[in-house]
């Protein structure tokens, strides 16, 4: 067994050693205190079963409001995401690139990333209503900065050697970002692509409880609203069950696409 897989089989067994700790010890206190607010993990997982869950794999082994509601709050979060990575990567190259352009919007960026995202939300709902769209651009705007920011520090922190090369080659300015500049920043561009597709997540809930336009985000509200706990419990269980598949699949995807990287590193040391 490689390194590699008994490490991974090691965080797997210590995340369900702890899940089972912890589970344990909520369901112990849950049951003691018969707290309204606080179902234990036995009725979260029977509503779990009854209103989420099903046998058929066509869906997924999910019920069809299920999927549905997943759907619409995945779809969200995956294409603002994608709008946010890619207009990240593109202006972090350019200001990581230019020195004048760096300095002269450091204070325009400081202050655009220090709003929250939530905050932006009833100024696009008057300016693009309650469908899809305004849900894409207020997530993308939220969650652009991370990629933004660590793709301009990875541009500035990059060793001259690498340009060096570059120009003794003489490649143009586009070769050299392409062959150069971003393979040598994408572990720094993959660590802000982690960060903002947790917060494309948030914010996807957090307009589909403010806007109302339906989603997992829609669903909390209406359970809270009927003072349906374990039914809220249950939903807040699988949004923590699509943030967890969604940060495998960029991990994944990461071990794959920077394989080369780390093969780099460890031969370098």
């Known amino acids: 067994m490689s390194e590699r897989t008994r490490s991974t089989w090691q965080g797997l067994a210590g995340a369900a050693v702890l899940l089972a700790f912890l589970g344990g010890t909520w369901q112990t206190y849950a049951a003691k205190a018969d707290h309204f607010f606080l179902p234990t993990p036995e009725q979260i997982g029977a509503r779990l079963a ?9 869906h997924l082994f999910l019920t069809s409001s299920a999927l549905t509601a997943i759907g619409q709050t995945f779809a969200t979060a995956v294409v603002a995401w994608l709008i946010a990575a890619l207009l990240g990567i593109c202006l972090g190259v350019l200001t990581g690139s230019v020195r004048l352009l760096d300095e002269i919007t450091q ?3 400081l202050l655009l990333r220090s709003i929250p995202g939530v905050a932006l939300i009833p100024i696009f709902i008057a300016i693009l209503g309650l469908g899809s769209d305004m849900r894409i651009a207020v997530v993308a705007i939220g969650c652009v900065w991370p990629v933004l920011l660590n793709t301009a520090a990875g541009i500035r922190q990059l060793e001259p050697l690498y340009l060096d090369v570059s120009r003794v080659m003489r490649q143009g300015h586009a070769a050299r970002i392409l062959t150069v500049l971003l393979p040598a920043i994408m572990p720094k561009v993959f660590a802000g692509l982690r960060v903002s ?4 997540l948030v914010m996807t809930v957090a307009t589909e409880m403010l806007a109302g336009s339906g989603g997992l985000g829609a669903l909390a509200i ?3 609203s009927t003072f349906d706990v374990s039914g809220l419990w249950a939903t807040l269980a699988v949004l923590a069950a699509c943030g ?3 940060n495998a699949v960029v991990v994944l995807s990461e071990n794959s696409l920077l394989k080369w990287h780390k093969k780099w590193r460890s031969a370098s040391e």
């Open 50 to 58: 009854d209103e989420w869950l099903t046998v058929d794999v066509a």
């Open 107 to 109: 204070a325009p960026f």
């Open 197 to 200: 597709l947790a917060f494309a």
């Open 222 to 224: 209406r359970y809270r």
């Open 244 to 246: 967890l598949l969604l």
